[in-house]
DNA sequence: GGCTAATCGAGACGGTACGTCGCGTCTTGCC
DNA sequence: GGCAAGACGCGACGTACCGTCTCGATTAGCC
């Protein structure tokens, strides 16, 4: 984690840390993000003020604007869908479509796009947020995978991994390289069979 | 484009820009991002520095640092590789096979994330560049895969926008979810062939 | 005043400014006239560079140069001659030696300039200036002649006014006019006896 | 003489310079003067763009701003007042008559002030202004004073230096050290008169 | 209730980059 | 070779944010 004393046992002393303080910093950069204000007006100056804060307030909590980013950005994830599905083919196409329905909100893929930005100067914080957030979303699909592959719907012979990617590869490349508003209704479904059945021809 | 001028007859008054001042602003740009010293080191004022020019001259002919970025990028841009294979299959494991190499170099990701993470705010710069590049490349892929589905060894029935997607997405989910070295030898090959099979098992 | 909050209770939130940064501020600037750089030199940047201190510091306490020269002009101002004469002659004598002198240290006529130079642009800064400092001198000039007058030794009929410039402008022509090394000693004498007598015979 | 060439007989090849280049250069900087903008406007820069004249164009003719202005004050230079005065007192009214009519005159002010700034830094050059414009005037001030005193009506014992002084110096306080308005007419007999009845109460 | 101590909003601190403007020099093509 | 135009390297302009610091004022746990 990158909030430090987490979980720790802190020594209690002098005025505690204001919750309050910590809602107005996450709330404003949330609501600067949405405002649309671009990623320029995220700065540790403009999230303090937006907040009503004093820029200590902020460096007390994160040792810079990537870390606050970071956990900003957890504040924004749901937990990954829940599938239950009977059918395999079923359950992919409901991760795919929570991703769909993810990128196509606006503070989201402004989000995103910000971290990417900052993950090679920072592979510390990149590693962090993909060995938190992303795993959980990937052991979900990887789970439905295996499954898949026990009940003979999915080859076994291939990694699970690059299977994964096979499917979400996808979804990423239009929500990166298009439009955003490029994630039609049923692109979910039409990614999962496209691979399911291969690009070329059966039979 | 976002050069002012290209391809119009200007009136050509007064003193002509200097293409050695061009080189120089772009080469410094360039040796900066490989000498890794991050994209915040892209600063207007630190390129001019490096170049051995004047701010002005740089302002002159580009509006802001978005735009100078661009054209680094389609500096670094290489000609999309020439296929001219007999087999499909081939010939999409060279062009996979080329990217893989691209995002291998060091500076090519950088700019890659680095240009992600503003063309959300500047989407006209976002769309003059796919426009370009990425449309050409593109477009050396879609006439492959149109031609396996003249061939028939690739399904027809499928939107060949789709299908592309298949094959490049996977490979821009490794390099920038993963570490930059986890786009290894052969991942092309495996793409292509898991792509192609589908992940269910045949028959 | 040109310095804001001046007399004004403030409400002395957050730090406050340090006296240290005014010190080091007009030092450098004193420090930059001496050595004789020029007026060019006493640039905003150049004298915060000297101070050791950012531009911030000293735009936050002066709006611009010529305010920031004005107090630097303040800085310098010694108390003006304390005149105990018995003698009016004396007195006079020794209030424009006071003059000469001031009027040959270097970075006195330095600032003179300077700051003559821009009270045309600035007319509401020379008025400040004016209304400060020169005024205190000539109440001490003006003191002494309606002493003068009081007692007999200086005609009565003349406005005070235009009877004080008859002995300074001759001082002010010279330091302005000619080279600065051409006020020379017994200058002060010559002049309060060729005013006092008059350029026509006596007698 | 700041021009370069005058008086000396130039080589004459090539294209001649252009006398209309000459005139709309100091047009323009006369015009800027008159316009107010201040002495900021005085730049180079901005003299060519008002003259429609290149910046070389300028350069061609004098080294550099100052030398300029100092052209530019030559050219507002009228002819010294002519006088031929029966009576010396009469003569010396109409010459600081003269020079308070002068110094009404907004521009001249402005060029004045303008020049004093710069001549610490370029003493050469005020010596040059000194030693034609100035020293014309004088001398047909001094001229006045050495036949005052051949007819008896002006001391012979004081330097004429010293003696001109005490008559300019007064009306350059006023028009330096006040406001520029107040220069009343009437103030160049006022003063004629103080120098010559002298500060002291004739018996 | 008083003491201690870390927090709070506020804002000044030394820096660095921004994008603009003027400097004095230079390099075009036209005259 | 002079001319208008305008690009060149340079450096100052005044602004914004960086991350650190110093204020007086709160606000808790501890004696």
Redesign the pocket.
């Given at each position: 984690m990158t909030r430090e004393g987490d979980g720790a046992v802190r020594?209690?002393?002098?005025?505690?840390?204001?919750a309050a303080?910590d809602r107005?910093i996450i709330g404003a950069a949330l609501r600067l993000l949405e405002r649309g204000a671009g990623v320029g007006?995220l700065?540790?100056?403009?999230i303090a003020r937006e907040?009503?804060?004093?820029?200590?307030?902020v460096?007390?909590r994160w040792?810079?604007?990537d870390e606050l980013l970071l956990d900003v950005m957890r504040a924004l994830d749901e937990p990954p869908v829940e599938v239950r599905g009977r059918c395999v083919r079923e359950d992919l196409v409901e991760i795919l479509e929570g991703l769909r329905r993810k990128g196509l909100a606006k503070r989201d893929s402004a989000l995103l796009r910000t971290m990417m930005s900052h993950f090679h100067s920072h592979p510390r914080l990149w590693r962090e947020y993909r060995d938190t957030v992303i795993r959980a979303r990937r052991e979900t699909l990887h789970a439905v995978l295996r499954r898949g592959a026990a009940e003979g719907v999915i080859r076994a012979d291939l990694d699970v991994e690059l299977l994964g990617e096979l499917f979400t590869g996808p979804l990423l490349s239009r929500a990166l390289l298009h439009e955003w508003r490029e994630l039609p209704e049923g692109l979910a479904e039409q990614i999962v069979d496209g691979v399911l059945d291969g690009a070329r021809p059966r039979g």
């Open positions: 020594a209690a002393r002098g005025r505690p840390r204001s303080a107005a007006a700065s540790m100056e403009g907040a009503g804060v004093g820029k200590a307030t460096y007390r040792p810079g604007r």
